[in-house]
């Protein structure tokens, strides 16, 4: 059974930062292509970062380019997300993703390439 778990959220003040995780039990991590999704209350799930399986490749939603960073490690299966300069407009529940990719450069950038997906951890940011 593939689990995605994520860590670091929490209460922030605006400007703060956070370092999110994500470890996923997946025999071959280095196949799968990850993302960084948000869904704040009332909104629909939006991608927040995405990277290839080498991590050369990486894209970011414009409203946290600058801000947001996203990484992974390989040998640790793990996914990184490090949140700067955090506004009250980034509270939302996060969640990572997982995509297989056949390609080592692929990037996915929609909600339905990814097949698997953790339970979230909640980042919220007051002001």
């Known amino acids: 059974q593939v689990r995605l778990v994520e860590s670091g959220g929490g209460l922030v003040q605006a400007g703060g930062s956070l370092s999110l995780s994500c470890v996923a039990s997946l025999h071959t991590f280095d196949l799968y292509a990850m993302g960084w999704f948000r869904q704040a209350p009332g909104k629909e799930r939006e991608i927040v970062a995405a990277?290839?399986?080498?991590?050369?490749?990486?894209i970011y939603a414009n409203s946290v380019k600058g801000r947001f960073t996203i990484s992974r490690d390989n040998a640790k299966n793990t996914v990184y997300l490090q949140i700067n300069s955090l506004k009250p407009e980034d509270t939302a529940d996060y969640y990572c993703?997982?995509?297989?990719?056949?390609?080592?450069?692929?990037?996915?950038?929609?909600?339905?390439?990814?097949?698997?997906w953790g339970q979230g951890t909640q980042v919220t940011v007051s002001s």
């Open positions: 993703a997982a995509s297989f990719a056949a390609f080592q450069t692929a990037v996915r950038g929609t909600e339905g390439d990814y097949l698997y």
């Open positions: 990277i290839s399986r080498s991590g050369g490749n990486t």
